[in-house]
């Protein structure tokens, strides 16, 4: 049975179409992966699904009465409210019935009116199936499933990091326990074994649900159908991600076939043409042509822009590139205990621990972004530091790629920006949108390709992963790999660090208790 029916779905956005005359069902038993390259169109679908924007052409039809739970990939809460009162908000609904309950035992006491009491019997039935007694629990399971116990259930949701936020969002959609769950990106923030627990609740989950990811391990085990959007179209494979990615190669190749033995005809068809337009044979020739006129031409399996990184090396004869000594970070209070290593020449380094342990905190410290409370921690004199962080924001969101690199290197020519522009990924249309207008992995592009432009030989990225297609992730993973100098590394994707870091810090291990 279908929770969701999308006809003939067609869609611009900044004058790029994408989707034209698209269709596809969701039904109730499916556990929907929705992949496609960065800019394809993923979370511009979402929002269409949920009524954030209104398609050019075509219906889009849910269910009558289906509730429906959706999970922003840039989520943001500006909630004055603890964590605790945050997410007990997922239970607003049962909280007016035991308020109703409580009123009517309150009339009772007064009236002593049978009825009130019949009233309060039926709302005690309604509280009991939703287990409104269990509440505290179910909130203590998803914050630990999540990794949210450490941070209490005090703090206030506006102290909290970004990719705290975004988690603390996810645990209240889970607990308000949606029909239709629509997931987009949700484990950008999550580390591995929140993103198991994840992985264990969507699998037991009675509710259907369609989550956009770029982990292809994540979707791998979660998924009974994808959907792939790309060059235009939505199209539907049955089974788990590896089993969909062998139909399209399938559907790939079948159409590659098709589009050959077309063009083998079109060339025969076009000879004759030429050589019996005048003649004898020329009601022949002009019924080929008119054939040819009529011809619905298949067009070749479309391909990527793929993207290349090639981070530049500045030459450095110290053996010892990083040396921090009982450093203590944090902000108000530390948040790890003295941290003390060295790093040696080429040493590629991964921060390992739960979102908002300390990782990027630590970061920021060895680049004398934030005050430490002690200790020092200092690069070799001729070290020089390329950095990647996290956020997506610009100083201008209005400006375009071409804007954001000639401001930061002005005596680059317009043309040789644009070429290092596609060498990252971004092709000509989207060089020239304001930067606000791209996608999450558009403006990771970027931000890599600004990296490219500095020679340097100690590479520090925190998160470079998120929001990226797995084409991207293989090419920034191979550019990593052949850098001659350090890489200091936060990612929660083991896949992407497996086999080539030389050593992993746990910084979990330094947590101090709060």
């Known amino acids: 049975m279908s929770i969701l029916e999308v006809t003939h779905l067609s869609h611009s956005f900044a004058d790029k179409t994408l989707y034209e005359d698209a269709s596809f ?19 511009t679908l979402i929002k269409l699904l949920t009524g954030q924007e209104l398609p050019d052409k075509g219906q889009i039809k849910w269910q009558k009465g289906v509730k429906i739970g959706y999970l922003d990939q840039y989520a943001e809460s500006a909630h004055d409210l603890t964590i605790q009162t945050f997410l007990r908000s997922a239970f607003a609904d049962l909280d007016e019935i035991a308020a109703k309950q409580a009123t ?81 990106e949700p484990t950008n923030y999550l580390d591995t074994e929140h993103i198991e627990w994840l992985q264990n609740y969507l699998n037991e989950t009675s509710a259907c649900f369609m989550v956009i990811s770029h982990d292809y391990d994540f979707l791998e085990q979660i998924t009974n159908t994808i959907i792939d959007v790309a060059f235009k179209k939505i199209t539907k494979y049955t089974g788990s991600f590896k089993q969909a990615m062998r139909q399209k190669a399938a559907r790939q ?36 042509q008119k054939r040819l006129d009529k011809l619905v031409r298949i067009d070749p399996p479309s391909t990527n822009l793929q993207a290349h990184f090639k981070f530049p090396y500045q030459e450095i004869l110290s053996a010892e590139t990083l040396r921090v000594n009982h450093l203590s970070v944090g902000y108000h209070k530390p948040l790890l205990a003295p941290v003390t290593f060295t790093l040696s020449y080429g040493e590629k380094v991964v921060l390992k621990g739960f979102n908002g342990i300390g990782k990027s905190t630590l970061i920021k410290s060895l680049l004398g972004k934030i005050p ?44 040789t920006i644009r070429q290092r522009l596609a060498r990252a990924g971004i092709n000509a249309e989207n060089a020239q949108k304001p930067m606000h207008l791209l996608s999450g992995g558009e403006q990771t592009k970027v931000k890599l390709c600004l990296l490219e432009l500095k ?28 850098f001659p100098g350090n890489v200091l590394l936060v990612t929660h994707e083991a896949s992407f660090y497996n086999g080539w870091v030389d050593k992993i810090f746990d910084v979990e291990r330094m947590r101090l208790s709060q």
């Open 104 to 184: 009517c035992y309150e009339k009772y006491a007064q009236s002593l009116d049978e009825h009130l009491l019949d009233q309060a019997g039926y709302y005690q039935e309604k509280l009991d199936a939703a287990d409104f007694y269990n509440i505290d629990t179910r909130i203590d399971q998803v914050m630990m499933g999540l990794g949210l116990t450490a941070l209490g259930k005090d703090r206030q949701v506006s102290d909290c990091s970004g990719g705290q936020r975004s988690k603390i969002i996810l645990a209240k959609l889970l607990l308000e326990k949606p029909d239709v769950l629509l997931l987009d």
């Open 25 to 43: 069902r969701l039904n109730k038993e499916d556990h929907m992966g929705v992949i496609g390259q960065n800019g394809a169109g993923k979370s």
């Open 455 to 482: 020679p340097s030989n100690f590479l520090i990225l925190d998160e470079p992963t998120n929001h990226l297609d797995d084409e991207t992730k293989v090419a920034l993973r191979t550019a990593l790999q052949q």
């Open 372 to 415: 430490v409370f002690a200790g020092t921690a200092k690069f070799g004199d001729a070290v020089i530091v390329n950095y990647f962080s996290q956020e997506l924001e610009w100083d201008d969101p209005n400006q375009t790629p071409l804007q954001v690199i000639q401001d930061a290197y002005p005596l680059l020519e317009p043309k």
């Open 253 to 288: 190749e079948s159409q590659q076939r098709a589009f050959e033995k077309q063009q083998l005809q079109i060339a025969k068809d076009e000879a004759y043409i030429r050589k019996n337009k005048a003649g004898s044979r020329s009601a022949m020739a002009k019924s080929r």
